[in-house]
């Protein structure tokens, strides 16, 4: 996959877990500036892109920036803790994933470090004069300095955090306060993701999004086939792996995917036939009971062939 190299102008050390990196063309110039919700893809030193949301700063609209969560034990906190200002990334061109829908007025619940998706799409929202607010949830009263660096105001968040007394963000409180026409937009940890979607389940709320970055498990599930309309050749997917790697293991030539948990969305395949085992996080729930398209990266089959317009 054809990758920019870019120059780490600025580290913003929100706290010593949440960092924001500032990143310069290497040769001057203006990089695009950023759809709401795009991602871009960094490549570590042996070779995997790993996605990250991508927005700018009121200062550095010139730049890509991405908020990292470091921790001293995850595998891709490791090649971050050694980069420093002057240091060269490699980065993918962005892919629009979690973006504004033409709602009314827009719900934003994030955790952590999934506030990131929601910087570039505040700043849009706020150049449309749309209704929009922040529900953050984060592990310290330090993590507010993201709203100030990013010049959102304070009367757009309403902010919960680990450390403190407050109690936490009662998501089916929030959901349940929407108005019609509303879209509800939700970034962070699984275990907020899931609290989410089955609130939103239960509210019967249809304009919902979800973004995660948390990569799937193939070990408990049972192999199927996948046959290539196009190629007339089918192949067996195993347990433990996707149809991407099963296609690619079978000498296809697919398109290599962004993130692998389907949020760049560059792996979207039409379904000719059987029915799709939905496991991105960026099909909208009216897209995924189409059983239209599916995500070939992260998700599976209910059937035990499934055929694709491949």
Request: charged residues 25%; contains cysteine.
């Amino acid at each position: 996959m054809d990758t920019t190299t870019v120059t780490v102008k600025k580290i913003y050390r929100i706290t010593h877990s949440f960092v924001i990196f500032v990143l310069a063309p290497i040769k001057g110039g203006h990089l695009i500036d950023p759809e709401p919700g795009s991602i871009i893809g960094v490549r570590m030193w042996d070779g995997i892109i790993v996605p990250y949301s991508v927005f700018s700063l009121p200062d550095y609209d010139d730049c890509y920036c991405i908020g990292v969560r470091i921790n001293h034990e995850g595998e891709f906190s490791k090649y971050f803790i050694t980069i420093n200002d002057g240091d060269k990334l490699h980065i993918t061109k962005p892919i629009k994933s979690f973006y504004i829908r033409n709602n009314y007025g827009y719900i934003l619940i994030a955790g952590g470090v999934g506030v990131t998706p929601f910087i570039s799409m505040a700043k849009r929202l706020e150049k449309e004069n749309k209704s929009y607010h922040i529900y953050f949830s984060g592990a310290n009263k330090g993590e507010d300095k993201i709203f100030d660096i990013c010049k959102i105001p304070r009367y757009r968040v309403t902010s919960r955090y680990s450390d403190s007394d407050h109690q936490r963000l009662n998501i089916k409180s929030i959901l349940n306060s929407g108005r019609d026409g509303y879209g509800f937009y939700c970034c962070g940890p699984e275990s907020m993701i899931n609290d989410f979607e089955e609130n939103a389940k239960y509210h019967n709320i249809k304009d919902y999004y979800v973004e995660s970055f948390n990569n799937n498990s193939f070990t408990d599930d049972k192999q199927f086939n996948v046959h290539l309309k196009k190629s007339n050749a089918t192949i067996t997917v195993n347990s433990d792996e996707s149809i991407a790697q099963a296609l690619r293991r079978s000498g296809f030539n697919v398109f290599k995917s962004v993130c692998g948990v389907g949020v760049c969305g560059s792996c979207e395949t039409k379904v000719i036939d059987g029915i799709p085992d939905h496991r991105d996080c960026v099909l909208t729930a009216k897209e995924r009971s189409s059983g239209d398209v599916m995500m070939i990266c992260c998700s599976r089959s209910k059937t035990d062939l499934i055929t694709l317009d491949l």
